[in-house]
């Protein structure tokens, strides 16, 4: 769970920037960034096993008539089949065949029940059991092929907690309003420019992800430009400031002062240029105003470029991506750098459809301070949880090397059930830990252990219909003796979840 916002702070799109744009549309051949090959392992919006929906891009819908986690990706343009009760709101004619406005809504219940929230980095979190409201409505105007207008308000509310969660409350607020111009451009290929605010995953989702556990995602206000050539390549660039929550009163969320985060990101479609792979590479400015460090707070601009591989051959499904950060974090110079890497094997005609996993992260830290370089990795905007199929975010990635053998099971169709342990290292000892996904610092373990301790994870998820889910996560934390010497707690998490949409 998120324990604060942070800031970042506003400058100017970099030359870096415009040159990988030039070279996107001119040079590169681009990467298809939020499309995962068929039983892929789920992006990280998705709750795992439960028939994931497609994260689209921008200027693309869904599969139509189907409720996605992107809520602005779905495809009401024919009336719903079927009909529910709520159908009519999905598709209400304008008197024109290609004019229509589509009403929706999400209800989202979550009830958890922790211990050491902030594995002992703060006092009185030995016990924090709260219950998590978060309600949405939004309206979809469509009109013709070349505009739409979405609009979507929330309400946020945390009841019972002992510590807060910025998040998890936001009274009656905008969560999302823009408009889409789509731009014909030759015979197939398209240009779809959005201003306005928006949710905005990209690649994997777990750099700049969603934000899915808290009630408030992840949130920007500026402009995204989208070139698609429909099967082969596509192009974001984005000009965007983070939105902060606030709690005080209705309406009242804004850009966070100073914030920013501007970049490219180019793909190519799986299968476009090697069957079975796709091929992200994207560049990434953001600039944060007093980041946290172990012994300061720093304003800095650092820059992430990275290329991200995956797909599926046969029974095998992989995902890896390495990210490498520069800039200037206070007077000291940025050099950092990340991998994520996924692999799994489906036993599809097995009982219980068995799929074996392995998930093994890493990322720098600082591993000689005080040299006037800042060797510690930090996510822009991490998905959140960083680790594991809950909702837990006890770490973030931020000098953290993690290892998680994983076991998803069947047992019905519109059931998963995943398990695993997940080991926890520092990527060295001369850093600490960090919190998710604040990358503010948690605890600094005694000695040169670099053992932090291992969770123990167990999820299950529940799809009766494609307008209800429910989740049971629980997770258990055992926490190393240097962990525990530098002040660190064991812990555990237990979370129930009930979502409707409409």
Not at 124 to 148: E, I, K, W, Y
Not at 312 to 321: F, L, N, T, V
Not at 390 to 410: C, E, G, H, Q, R
Request: include cysteine.
């Amino acid at each position: 769970m998120t324990l604060h916002v942070r800031g970042v702070r506003r400058a100017r799109l970099p030359l870096a920037c415009t040159t990988a744009l030039a070279c996107a549309f001119g040079i590169i051949s681009p990467v298809f960034a939020q499309l995962m090959p068929p039983a892929a392992p789920p992006p990280q919006s998705a709750t795992p096993g439960t028939l994931p929906p497609e994260l689209v891009p921008a200027g693309r819908l869904g599969k139509p008539g189907v409720p996605q986690v992107l809520r602005w990706t779905e495809d009401w343009g024919q009336p719903e089949a079927g009909s529910t009760p709520l159908g009519a709101l999905r598709h209400i004619s304008l008197g024109r065949e290609d004019a229509y406005l589509s009403i929706g809504g999400e209800a989202r219940f979550y009830y958890m029940d922790t211990n050491h929230l902030t594995l002992g980095a703060r006092p009185g979190d030995d016990s924090n059991s709260t219950f998590m409201q978060r309600l949405r409505l939004m309206a979809d105007l469509h009109v013709g092929p070349h505009f739409r207008a979405f609009v979507e308000l929330g309400d946020n509310r945390e009841y019972g907690e002992e510590i807060a969660t910025p998040p998890n409350e936001d009274k009656f607020d905008l969560e999302q309003a823009f408009v889409d111009v789509t731009l014909p451009l030759g015979s197939s290929a398209t240009l779809n420019l959005r201003p306005g605010r928006f949710e905005m995953p990209l690649g994997s989702g777990k750099l700049v992800g969603l934000r899915e556990g808290p009630n408030s995602r992840f949130l920007f206000q500026g402009v995204r430009a989208t070139y698609t050539l429909p099967g082969a390549v596509r192009v974001d660039a984005f000009l965007t400031k983070p939105v902060e929550v606030k709690s005080e009163s209705s309406f009242d969320d804004g850009t966070i002062d100073g914030g920013r985060l501007n970049g490219v990101h180019v793909s190519t479609l799986p299968g476009a240029l090697v069957p079975g792979l796709a091929v992200d590479s994207y560049y990434y400015n953001v600039k944060r105003r007093a980041a946290p460090f172990v012994d300061r707070r720093v304003d800095e601009e650092r820059e992430s470029i990275g290329v991200r591989a995956y797909g599926r051959s046969g029974p095998w499904d992989y995902d890896a991506e390495a990210v490498y950060q520069f800039g200037q974090s206070g007077s000291d110079r940025i050099r950092a750098w990340g991998l994520l890497m996924e692999a799994g094997y489906s036993m599809p005609h097995l009982p219980l459809t068995p799929r074996l996993g392995l998930r093994v992260n890493a990322f720098s830290g600082d591993g000689t301070p005080d040299n006037g370089t800042n060797g510690t990795f930090v996510a822009p905007f991490p998905k959140a949880p960083v680790y594991t199929n809950s909702d837990t975010a006890w770490f973030n990635f931020s000098n953290m090397v993690d290892i998680f053998p994983m076991l998803s099971l069947k047992p019905a169709r519109t059931v998963t059930i995943v398990t695993g342990p997940e080991v926890f290292w520092r990527q060295t000892a001369n850093d600490v830990t960090y919190a998710a996904p604040t990358s503010a610092p948690l605890i600094r373990p005694v000695g040169d252990d670099r053992y932090v301790g291992t969770a123990y994870n167990f999820d299950v998820n529940w799809q009766p219909a494609a307008y209800v889910a429910f989740r049971f996560s629980y997770n258990r934390f055992f926490a190393s003796e240097a962990f525990k010497a530098g002040g660190g707690e064991s812990a555990h998490f237990l979370g129930v979840q009930t979502q409707l949409k409409f």
